[in-house]
């Protein structure tokens, strides 16, 4: 290996033309790719609600309501929960403990009314 000698005296100075920027490719082409995609998703902020059931109660009801309060759903138990992402109805999932944590697991994606419509048109 040879080095070339380091010149002393004026110091480089930057280019004056801009250069271009190259945007990176974020098509879904390899795996490395989707993930570095789905980073750009990382700090979307998303409202996700799971509807164990549903009831009518008077208000008066309501402000009875104490800490070991029962309150009777509509659903049984083992009856699947929806998923709502931001009021949107995406899923149906089953409610499993792990670890003594309540989670959900999906088992049905549900179709976007748009598909529906295209489907039966």
């Known amino acids: 290996m040879s080095e070339q000698p380091v010149q002393s005296g004026e110091p480089s100075v930057p280019s004056a033309e801009p250069t271009k920027f190259q945007m990176p490719d974020l ?34 009801d309501v402000l009875k309501l104490g800490e070991g309060a029962v309150v009777e759903l509509e659903k049984l138990a083992g009856d699947p929960v929806d998923v709502y992402v931001n009021d949107r109805h995406v899923a149906r999932g089953e409610i499993l403990v792990l670890n003594d944590n309540f989670c959900v697991r999906i088992s049905e994606i549900v179709e976007a009314p748009t598909e529906r419509v295209r489907a039966s048109a």
């Open 27 to 60: 098509s879904a082409s390899g795996a490395g790719s989707s993930i570095q995609g789905m980073s750009l998703l990382s700090d979307v902020t998303l409202n996700v609600k799971i509807e164990l059931g549903r009831t009518r109660m008077l208000v008066e």
